[in-house]
Nanobody, 116 residues
Framework: QVRLVESGGGLVQAGGSLRLSCTPS????????MGWYRQAPGKQRDMVAT???????DYADSVKGRFTISRDTIKNTVYLQMNSLKPEDTAIYYC??????????WGQGTQVTVSS
């Protein structure tokens, strides 16, 4: 069973930066896009940023200009560089791999906490 291995979460002060990374533990075929979602306590899980197989990116309005998604196509690793972090960015961040056919893959989540 392939898992998505996430790393890079933690506690940071407002204005600080963190970099998340996500790597599959095995081979995943038919990848359409990779991305990051987040879920704050009592709220739904929302898209933060995605990057397609072709390299097109999409961002939530709340993170545009502060977060950057990128990928290493050889390692099949996706990164999320988060700058100018705000307390409202506090959430569990989940890695996602969407496929053309078949179920999506989800990571176990990594906690990001931004203190004011």
């Amino acid at each position: 069973q392939v898992r998505l291995v996430e790393s890079g979460g933690g506690l940071v002060q407002a204005g600080g930066s963190l970099r998340l990374s996500c790597t599959p533990s095995g081979v995943i075929i038919n990848i359409r896009a990779m991305g990051w979602y987040r879920q704050a306590p009592g709220k739904q899980r929302d898209m933060v940023a995605t990057i397609t197989r072709g390299g097109s990116t999409d961002y939530a309005d709340s993170v545009k200009g502060r977060f950057t998604i990128s990928r290493d196509t050889i390692k099949n690793t996706v990164y999320l560089q988060m700058n100018s972090l705000k307390p409202e960015d506090t959430a569990i961040y989940y890695c996602n791999v969407a496929r053309y056919t078949g179920n999506d893959y989800w990571g176990q989540g990594t906690q990001v906490t931004v203190s004011s």
